[in-house]
């Protein structure tokens, strides 16, 4: 079975590092191709895998294809390469906003889709994807989509409504987490630990705290309650934190990434 990817860049690269280590598919077994010859050309060279010589030379000899590409340039990417597709191939989408039936109008081909959105924790083997898929999606391809998906984390199907809140929800949140382990080792700096021991400490909180959520299955507000004792420290933060409109602007901003994601 051969998976083409169309588009090298830092999503693309934690996929197909995934797809490898877990065995999902061996190198000889994967085509890449960028509008950028360098990046292709990188992107073969430390995967081991190989480089098409055009969009629709891959999507002619592949069996799944994976689209990487910016959503922008997902319209011009599809009229390259739609005459070359044929019937029985999974195509995956993981572009914001292309709905289904925005991609079956734009294929106008038998192809089955599937539309999914993965985050960048999978460049170390910790994302988390969400996905769907179009009606002409067979029992078998589902089954390989969820094996692809989840070589590079976790892999979860939704109703498609749901996709734009998926996108704030785990798409985006990354980037808040980063602001947040930011923010804590700036404070811990200015209260005297070093640079490097401060993102430490305050990326592994978060790490620990997000096991504890996913492993022990319980409320993050019963988990929360836990480090909070009476008249003690965590409290004393919490308070100010609630004071300070730290729920409702983490609230805020993914309601503003929805909004934005459903107007792509």
């Excluded at 083409?4 to 190198?27: S, T």
């Excluded at 085509?31 to 969009?55: H, I, M, T, W, Y």
């Amino acid at each position: 079975m051969k998976t083409g990817i169309i588009g090298c860049g830092n999503m693309a690269r934690a996929i197909v590092a995934g797809m490898l280590k877990k065995g999902f598919c061996k190198p000889g077994e994967v085509l890449a191709a960028d509008a950028a010859p360098q990046a292709a050309q990188a992107f073969a060279r430390d995967f081991g895998v190989r480089r098409a010589e055009s969009n629709r030379a891959l999507c002619a000899e592949s069996d799944v294809l994976l689209l990487a590409v910016k959503p922008q340039v997902y319209e011009a990417v599809i009229e390259a390469i739609r005459e070359a597709c044929h019937e029985g191939q999974l195509i995956i989408s993981i572009a914001p906003g292309k709905s289904l039936a925005w991609l079956a109008e734009k294929f106008q081909a038998p192809v089955g889709l599937v539309r999914a959105m993965p985050n960048t924790p999978a460049m170390v083997g910790e994302g988390l994807t969400a996905w769907c898929c179009g009606e002409n999606v067979t029992e078998s391809q589902q089954k390989l989509a969820q094996e692809l998906l989840s070589s590079f984390g976790r892999a979860e199907a939704v109703p498609e409504h749901l996709m734009d809140a998926v996108v704030a929800v785990s798409g985006s949140s990354p980037a808040y987490a980063f602001i947040m382990v930011e923010a804590m080792a700036d404070a811990a700096v200015a209260q005297g630990v070093p640079r490097q021991q401060a993102i430490a400490f305050a990326a592994q909180a978060l790490l620990g705290s997000a096991k504890m959520v996913l492993e022990t299955g319980r409320h993050p507000a019963e988990l929360k309650d836990m480090v909070c004792s009476p008249g003690g420290t965590t409290i004393e933060a919490v308070r100010m934190l609630e004071k300070t409109g730290f729920r409702s602007s983490l609230m805020e901003a993914m309601d503003a990434c929805w909004k934005k994601s459903r107007g792509m």
